[in-house]
């Protein structure tokens, strides 16, 4: 191909470029009146649920059309949150940090990376504080691991919050081992990092360092961090921690279990509305005597109702007493589901419905 015709292409990209740009000042200019009249009627500017469908739909198109879908659904994350700027609103999403840890790699799942403020939090606690406090819309926490289980501070924060559970994100947990720019991994003395991470890449590590030293910290994003103070050390982290600090993945994917998922929850003051692909979260207690719990769950079987989680935590009030934390299919405000947590409620001695949001990757 000839200079000629690599720069009549090139010509013919300017001019599709101009049109891009022409149709995106126009949805621009829609988003932002639509953001005045939500403003005008007490509407919330962000709707979770619109920008999912978006994403979805604009997917499912570049499918048809032979693109790759999630490059796609990349760009549309960013045009929609171009569109949100000019309706007036800046997200800021509370996370447990400090930058570069799963939490935040959750975050930036869920919430397009544009004009959205990611603030770190040294504690699930101050997670719900930014929150309760007005200081952030949303905040993300990790509620279960597939192989560790339960967070038990994120439930004991539920059970006393007033806070609402509005999405839900699951992520495939993926180790590296990372290192400072240019370190010979044959010099590698120190291994670092959170103590669950260490655990969970036990099988690598005896492989490859068998002689190596293990550093437990707060978090896998700590130990990137550290790193560049010790020498001849590596540490277990994310991907995004690596970026964020400079650092060299010498090593992907090195955990034992492929299958470790961790689950978090996205908090706001309010749940989400309908969608028909809903779950809703609720805790209660019963009565501590035989055939309590069968009788409460009776409500949700008679109405074929799935239940996809059922977890027990102390309620600290007392001795002995337990909370039921329970996950199920559909939506608090459909007729069925409504039915089933009034009936819930005449057996309970507590309940309290945490939120209901559409089901991860639905």
């Not at 991994?185 to 120190?190: E, M, P, S, V």
């Amino acid at each position: 191909m000839g200079k000629r015709e690599i720069e009549a292409l090139r010509k013919k990209i300017d001019q599709i470029d101009i049109e891009i740009s022409k149709l995106l000042k126009k949805r621009a200019e829609i988003a932002e009146k639509a953001g005045k009249i939500k403003r005008s009627r007490g509407i919330p500017l962000r709707d979770l649920e619109r920008e999912r469908a978006v994403l979805t739909k604009m997917s499912e198109k570049a499918k048809q059309l032979g693109l790759e879908s999630e490059d796609v659904k990349a760009i549309y994350k960013e045009i929609i949150a171009l569109c949100r700027r000019l309706e007036g609103e800046e997200t800021k999403v509370a996370f447990l940090g400090p930058h570069g840890t799963f939490t935040e790699e959750a975050a930036r799942k869920f919430f397009p990376s544009a004009g959205t403020e990611f603030t770190p939090c040294p504690s699930i606690v101050d997670v719900f504080r930014q929150v309760e406090g007005g200081a952030a819309p949303y905040g993300i926490v990790p509620v279960e691991s597939s192989t560790e289980g339960a967070v038990n501070v994120t439930l004991d924060q539920l059970l006393s919050s007033n806070l609402m559970v509005c999405g839900e994100i699951e992520l495939q947990v993926r180790h590296n081992l990372i290192v400072p720019p240019y370190t010979n991994l044959k010099n590698i003395k120190t291994i670092i990092s959170h103590p669950q991470a260490l655990a969970q890449c036990r099988l690598y590590l005896e492989e490859h360092f068998p002689d190596a030293e293990y550093k437990e910290v707060s978090s896998t994003a700590k130990a990137v961090q550290t790193i560049s103070k010790i020498r001849n050390a590596a540490a277990i982290g994310t991907e995004l921690s690596a970026e964020i600090y400079g650092m060299k993945i010498a090593a992907k994917n090195i955990q034992d279990n492929p299958r470790n998922y961790t689950r978090f929850f996205v908090l706001a003051k309010t749940d989400n509305p309908r969608t028909g692909r809903d779950k809703t979260s609720i805790i209660f207690s019963v009565k501590h005597v035989p055939g309590a719990l069968y009788k409460a769950l009776e409500d949700f079987a008679s109405r074929s109702l799935n239940i996809t989680k059922i977890e027990s935590r102390p309620t600290k009030q007392k001795q002995w007493e337990y909370a039921f934390f329970l996950d199920f299919e559909g939506h608090r405000t459909d007729k069925i589901c409504r039915e089933a947590l009034e009936g819930l409620r005449k057996k309970t001695i507590f309940l309290k419905i945490l939120g209901s949001y559409p089901i991860w990757g639905s």
